[in-house]
């Protein structure tokens, strides 16, 4: 049933996609995918930031799925960025969701609090119907 | 796993130094049989021992070393990481789970390290840390 909300509409933009991130649409909706396992390493993290900022000041997304469902864990140099992010997409009233996060990543999400700052999702079906 | 065995290291002050020598350490840490559990908290907490020795300790100076030891004595494993810096007190910096706190970015790595480490402490001038984890070896 959920599935059905991604339907087959699911559209694979930007032909020079960043490397970092798995960018789909999908009902209005844009889908990041992380691609790496870890983010821990400071220039994957600087590449991976670049490219979600990217999302809102390049392509004018608003409304962003953030999947994490291949990262096992990130550093708190990662969260940073992808706090950063946040209220870039904040700023342009934007809406951000995230989901699929493994348990390991919901520790830290929850020992550092951000689980009450960020809207978080078992599954992106959830997200984007949530978005 | 009743050895004891170490390492020492030696690193300059770049990211880039500590994500090689992050490695080496996972696989010297992977050959012990730890639990992938034990393996992802202790490479989450060198990782933040070591981003906090460059970018903090040592200012990113890339003269300046950071020193890395450690023991694993049967499933202990211990880490000590030691920059050049001026030091700091850890009771100094803000709570980054308080809620005016949250959208700084100040903190998080240290409590990332409470949180994954079973003791987590600094000497008196600030610029060594020591992490011990209690890990479960494969059977």
Redesign the interface.
Known sequence: MESRLLGHRKEHIMASAPSRLDIEQADGVTVATFKDR?L????TIDLVGNQLYSLVDDHGFHKVVLDFNDV??M???A??KL?KFH?KVLSVDGSLRLCNLKP?LQ??FK????H??FKIDKNRDKSIKKI | MSDTSQFDYTIQSELAESSRIQEEIMAVLRQLGFEDEDLADLHIAIEEGLANAIKHGNQLDASKQVKIEGVFDGNKVRIEIEDEGSGFDPEDVPDPTLEENLDKPSGRGILLMRAFMDTIEYNDKGNRLRIVKSCTVHG
């Open positions: 870890r821990l390493d400071e220039a096992e864990y550093s708190s140099s969260l940073g706090i209220k390991e520790k830290i020992v550092l609090a951000l009450k700052v």
